[in-house]
């Protein structure tokens, strides 16, 4: 992706509000357990922001599998590491 080339940091910039959209979308579905294709839960907003900010940030991990409620501890944990510092 060119954006991620040219423009590190880009995606905290811009997905990071996301974080907190549960909204799901046409986005696809992931699998609750890492070695079965099914059962599956749908893809939401904050997944595919989770995901992108994971891929464009050095050590921040993000892994689409697993009940909602795992997921969503992983995406709080990026959301604490990413969270802008008070001035």
């Known amino acids: 992706m060119v954006v991620r080339e040219t423009q590190p940091g880009w995606a905290v910039k811009v997905l990071g509000p996301m974080l907190v959209d549960k909204h799901t979308g046409?986005?696809?579905?992931?699998?609750?357990?890492?070695d079965k294709m099914k059962p599956r839960n749908r893809v939401r907003l904050c997944n595919s922001?989770?995901?992108?900010?994971?891929?464009?940030?050095?050590?921040?991990?993000?892994?689409?599998?697993?009940?909602?409620?795992?997921?969503d501890r992983q995406i709080a944990e990026i959301q604490r590491r990413v969270a802008p510092i008070p001035p």
């Open 26 to 34: 046409c986005m696809g579905s992931f699998s609750i357990h890492e």
């Open 49 to 71: 922001a989770a995901e992108n900010i994971s891929q464009d940030s050095p050590g921040i991990h993000f892994n689409l599998v697993g009940e909602y409620e795992d997921v």
